[in-house]
Each structure stands twice: as structure tokens, then as C-alpha cells.
């Protein structure tokens, strides 16, 4: 019986261990997009100094292309923030119009960074391919008319060291809580399944021996068949007893019908 409610155990700590993994997993991706959430604020943050700079120079009469310092201003800002791989500005076509020096758009991922940046309608927009991260602002000029966007890369996991132990962390509070619903669940399951096992071992009590049960049976046979032959001597012992007193009591008529004649 105690096989029954170790492996009853075992199903239930299954349960309890797949649904625990399920929620770490969980919040394991959610606290990773938490990280990339906080990196795109991060570059928004850049990318908002920029377009002020831009505007104030638009103001003035001056084109994106026709802002000599402009690439400076990108160096400086790239060089400020170790999380900045590169920063492009792009026309409403998608053309590069100033971008920081040795650092150009992934030709792989070119085609869904401009598609993102300059498809989305959104002013802001963020973009995770694989390792790196794109965030994009879109540019308008004083008529509210886009003028091109800025786009900013970054490398993801730029707080892995951080995201590292939170998630150790984490980790550990899942196994304690493993551990203890575990060990709370021992005495609830042997309560609850008490009740049945002791059931069972009743009705196991009641179960007949087979050979005993053919013993009895046996015995049962040979009591009977020696009843019926008691039955049997008592039926002709009494019927010799009326055939002699049917016979004795045609004697006498006989004998007097004799002395007549």
C-alpha cells in the first residue's frame, strides 16, 4: 500500500515541478524583455538629443545633408554610451544620409530595420534581431512631415552581468518553493489517501483462499451425499414396514374366507 501513495507522490511532485518550470520560463522571458525595454529607453534617450539638434538646425533653414557637425555629433554621441555599436540617419527612402564612421547597417538586417523604422507609422520603435537590438525615432521637420529617421544599434544583453544573478536568483526561489510544497505535500497525501488504503487492505482480508474455498466445498459435497443416504435407508425402511403391515392385515381375511367354503 505504500507503493500506492509513493508513486501518487511522484505524480504530484511531476505536476508541481513542470508547473514551477513553466513559470520560471516565464518570467525568465519577461524579465529579459524588461532588459530590452530598458535598453531602448536608453537609447531613446540619445536618440531624443539628436532630434532636437536636428530640429533646432532644420529651424534655422538647414538640411539633414547640410549640417557639417552633424557627424561629429554622432562620433561623440556613439563614443559617450559603450552600449552603441553604430547610429544611422536615413531619408523617408531608406537612403543613409549621416551615419557614425566604420559602423553601417547589417546588410542581412537592413530590410527590417528600415522596414520597422520607417513602415511602423510609430514615431519611436524598437527591433530585436538575434544578438542585436535597433531602435529607431522618427524625424519631422517644422510642418510635421517626415524627414527620415535616426536609428541607433546596440548589442542585447548589455546588463548580462546583472540579468545573471537575478535569474540565479530566481532560480534558487523556485527550487526552496520545489522543496517545500514538496515535503508540505508528504503528510497531506498520506492523510487523504489513508482512507483508501485501509479500505483496500479490508477488502484484501476478504479475499477467500482458493484451495480453502475448494476445501469447503468438498466437505459441503460429502455431508450432503451422506444425508441423502440416510435419506435413502429411512425411505426403505419404512416402506419394508408398510409393506408388512399392508401384509399382515390381508392375512386374516384370507384365512376366513377359507373356512367359509
Known sequence: ????????????????????????????????????????????????????????????????????????????????????????????????????????????????????????????????????????????DSNDEPMGAIILEAKRGIFAGHSEAVLAQLRNQFILVFVFVSL?????VIWAVGGVVRAMDNLAHLKIDPDRENNINEAEQGEFEILVTKGNQILKSVTQEVEMLIASSNEPTSDKKTGET
Open 1 to 140: 500500500m505504500l507503493s500506492i501513495q509513493f508513486r501518487l507522490l511522484i505524480s504530484v511532485w511531476l505536476v508541481v515541478a513542470i508547473m514551477l518550470g513553466m513559470q520560471l520560463g516565464l518570467n525568465t522571458l519577461k524579465f529579459n524583455s524588461l532588459l530590452d525595454s530598458a535598453a531602448a529607453e536608453r537609447l531613446q534617450l540619445t536618440a531624443g538629443a539628436m532630434e532636437a539638434v536636428i530640429q533646432r538646425a532644420e529651424q534655422s533653414g538647414l538640411a539633414i545633408d547640410e549640417m557639417r557637425d552633424l557627424q561629429a555629433f554622432l562620433d561623440r554621441a556613439r563614443s559617450q554610451d559603450d552600449i552603441i555599436l553604430g547610429i544611422t540617419i536615413v531619408s523617408p527612402i531608406g537612403k543613409d544620409m549621416v551615419k557614425t564612421q566604420g559602423r553601417e547597417l547589417p546588410l542581412d538586417m537592413r530590410p527590417a530595420v528600415l522596414r520597422r523604422a520607417l513602415g511602423s507609422g510609430d514615431d519611436t520603435s524598437l527591433l530585436k534581431i538575434g544578438p542585436a537590438l535597433f531602435a529607431s525615432r522618427t524625424l519631422r
Open 184 to 188: 508540505s505535500l508528504i503528510p497531506a
